[in-house]
């Protein structure tokens, strides 16, 4: 096992580039499923989700190899099985696009259910229901999800979402690129990586309208063709190096953004008494005064972001006055208060809402990682707390930032990857 050593209370300096977006890439992998050619798909994050949505195509029979280090070369067009490899997909939430994209291209697909951080119930009704709309037969037995479309294919159809599902209108899409005829989501979800999906999908000759506005028309095609696409830069990856100037101080240029996608996030760091300037495809943020107090409420975008949560929390903790945060999306998301407390943090929370009261410094704990965004959020303490803070459990972590010890080291920060202690690993063992 291993862990993250941080010795805080240094502000940040320098420059750091972001990589592409896991939340697309985890989507647009499998996508390739529909394709039949070769796919080249650049700025992917190397991040343990892509590594493993990676191997799941091998296992189903793709050929799949890196270009280099950001690109991969995907041909699908030899697949040999519908069947997802259970001890794969268990790992990842995001493993049930695959069921969409084998639907849409095989007719067929067997996948077990999602895994990934526990952050409440992750019911996938709104997916299940789509694909039944489109025709497909769906059960669930013995954990596994068994989908299968009619002899003569998918068709198109309107489809309402009872909530702006993210998952269930990429999968929707998936499943509905190749389908016969016209399909209509209503109420859909509008994030940026909705938009990259949809862009991939018609750079390979799909026929989506809408994508990044509440209504996509999918007009489905015989077949897709190969090519080339770029996934968008993270927007979560860049709003965590946000908070971490906010939270420690200094002066950074964080570099290949879309600055429009971060702007739910720069509106309350601004609030908070950071100053942020755009620069093209780049931005300069810095920190130097006392934080203040914000109250956030979660919600879909181009609210502000569930999955920046924890890491704004995370400077809250050191801001002047009190701050309210309102989860609207996930009723596990503060999990990681019982940490925060361990630095001295004053967070009480009751369902959905935490009430942070500011202190004047947080002080290094051992912690652990209990989710992707919470074990950032870690991070974020870490690096602004007063003395030394561990972190156990980063493969949570290594889900989703690509290099996250060299990059923050780059912009001067104290952190280590180090083997952990026995003393440390039995801790972070135990169940959280």
Not at 96 to 121: E, H, K, N, W
Not at 406 to 413: P, T, V, Y
Request: proline fraction near 4%; charged fraction near 20%.
């Amino acid at each position: 096992m291993q862990q993250y050593v941080i010795n805080g209370n240094k502000p940040l300096y320098g420059s750091v580039e972001i990589s592409g977006a896991k939340n697309a890439a985890v989507a647009i992998i499998p996508a390739a499923l529909l394709v039949e050619g070769v796919c080249q798909i650049d700025n992917i994050p190397q991040i343990s989700d892509v590594t493993l949505i990676l191997r799941i195509l091998k296992e189903l029979g793709a050929d799949v190899r890196l270009v280099n280090k950001h690109m991969v070369q995907i041909d699908c067009r030899h697949i040999t099985s519908s069947v997802v490899p259970d001890e794969l997909s268990r790992q990842m939430r995001a493993s049930y696009y695959l069921i969409g994209a084998l639907l849409g291209r095989f007719g067929q697909a067997v996948v077990s259910m999602p895994g990934g951080c526990d952050l409440g119930t992750r019911p996938i009704d709104f997916h299940i229901r789509s694909f039944q709309a489109l025709g497909a037969k769906v059960d669930v037995i013995g954990g596994y999800v068994h989908a299968t479309a009619p002899e003569q294919g998918l068709h198109g159809a309107t489809i309402y979402m009872d909530q702006a599902s993210v998952g269930a209108t990429m999968n929707t899409m998936l499943a509905a690129a190749r389908s016969e005829g016209l399909t209509v989501i209503e109420n859909a979800a509008k994030e940026p990586h909705i938009v990259d999906l949809a862009n991939f999908l018609n750079s390979m000759g799909a026929d989506i309208m809408g994508a990044g506005t509440d209504v996509i028309r999918i007009r489905g095609v015989r077949r897709l063709h190969g090519g080339y696409y770029s996934i968008i830069p993270d927007q979560i990856e860049a709003g965590t190096y946000m908070a971490a100037v906010t939270a420690a101080g200094g002066d950074v240029v964080i570099q290949n953004v879309i600055p429009k996608h971060l702007d739910c996030i720069t509106a309350k760091l601004v609030e908070m008494g950071a100053q942020v300037e755009e620069l093209g495809d780049a931005v300069r943020i810095s920190r130097t005064g006392r934080l203040k107090r914000v109250n956030i409420k979660t919600m879909p975008y181009p609210g502000f972001p569930t999955d920046m949560q924890p890491q704004v929390s995370a400077c809250l903790c050191i801001a002047e006055g009190t701050s309210i945060i309102n989860e609207g999306i996930w009723e596990n998301r503060y999990r990681y208060v019982t940490e925060f407390r361990r630095m001295g943090a004053h967070i009480q929370v009751d369902g959905k809402v935490a009430v942070i009261e500011g202190v004047p410094r947080l002080t290094g704990a051992h912690l652990q990682a209990c989710d992707l965004r919470a074990g950032a959020a870690m991070v974020v303490a870490g690096l602004a707390a007063v003395g030394t803070t561990e972190i156990s459990r980063i493969h949570y972590i290594e889900r989703g930032y690509e290099n996250i010890v060299e990059k923050l080291q780059g912009l001067g920060a104290d952190i280590r990857l180090v083997d952990c202690p026995d003393e440390n690993a039995r801790r972070g063992n135990r169940v959280g």
